[in-house]
């Protein structure tokens, strides 16, 4: 097995997305994420979209949001959740 231990699935590498952008993964999580970027043109392209949003939404917060629209993003964040 290599140094990485093992690969980060695309599934995985969507979830760590933030937490990369945000500088909060360990190394050795940046590293097996960078890994798996390097192979993968998909997930390689979604990291370029979320960064493409950052840029032009900039930084939202929970207190930036009317609490139906907060409301209805927990409930779905709790599906996705449910579904993994």
């Known amino acids: ?16 997305v933030t937490d990369y952008l945000e500088g909060s993964l360990s190394t050795r999580e940046r ?3 960078e890994h798996h970027l390097a192979r993968c043109d ?3 392209g979604y990291l370029a979209q979320v960064r493409a949003v950052v840029a032009a939404t900039g930084a939202v ?15 779905l964040f709790e599906q996705y959740k449910g579904d993994s």
Do not use: H, I, K
């Open 31 to 33: 590293r097996r994420f």
């Open 42 to 44: 998909g997930c390689e």
């Open 1 to 16: 097995m290599s140094v990485l231990t093992r690969d980060v699935t695309c599934r995985e590498a969507v979830e760590l």
């Open 61 to 75: 917060g929970p207190e930036d949001l009317d609490p139906a629209t907060l409301q209805g993003l927990v409930a």
